[in-house]
Nanobody
Framework: QVRLSESGPGLVQPSRTLSLTCTVS??????????WTWIRQSPGKGLEWMGD???????DYSPSLRSRTSISRSTSQNQFTLQLSSVTPEDTAVYYC????????????WGQGTQVTVSS
């Protein structure tokens, strides 16, 4: 069973870069057809897909966040990382990492989520 766990600072100052890491256990991030995703939920809003990195290392980003988002991975550590630059208080949210299989529309594994607050 694949397990995901987010880690990173809970407080980020405005204009800085938010960096979160998702550690994967019980499966490899290079497993064929697996996609590793970052999703967030701001207060009072629904889930927002931010982007993903596939088993080959290819990335895809939300058009609204593309200019500020970067997702990378470490195959040796079986982790993938989110970087969101130039954050504002509107980026305050619970951030989740999740896994999806190619062809499925649902995410079958989720991290517990981590609260990130953007404030000075």
């Amino acid at each position: 069973q694949v397990r995901l766990s987010e880690s990173g600072p809970g407080l980020v100052q405005p204009s800085r870069t938010l960096s979160l890491t998702c550690t994967v256990s019980g499966g490899s991030i290079t497993t064929s057809d697996y996609y590793w995703t970052w999703i967030r939920q701001s207060p009072g809003k629904g889930l927002e897909w931010m982007g993903d990195i596939g088993y080959s290392g290819a990335t895809d980003y939300s058009p609204s966040l593309r200019s500020r988002t970067s997702i990378s991975r470490s195959t040796s550590q079986n982790q993938f990382t989110l970087q969101l630059s130039s954050v504002t208080p509107e980026d305050t949210a619970v951030y989740y990492c999740a896994k999806k299989v190619l062809g499925d529309w649902w995410y079958d594994s989720w991290g517990q989520g981590t609260q990130v607050t953007v404030s000075s």
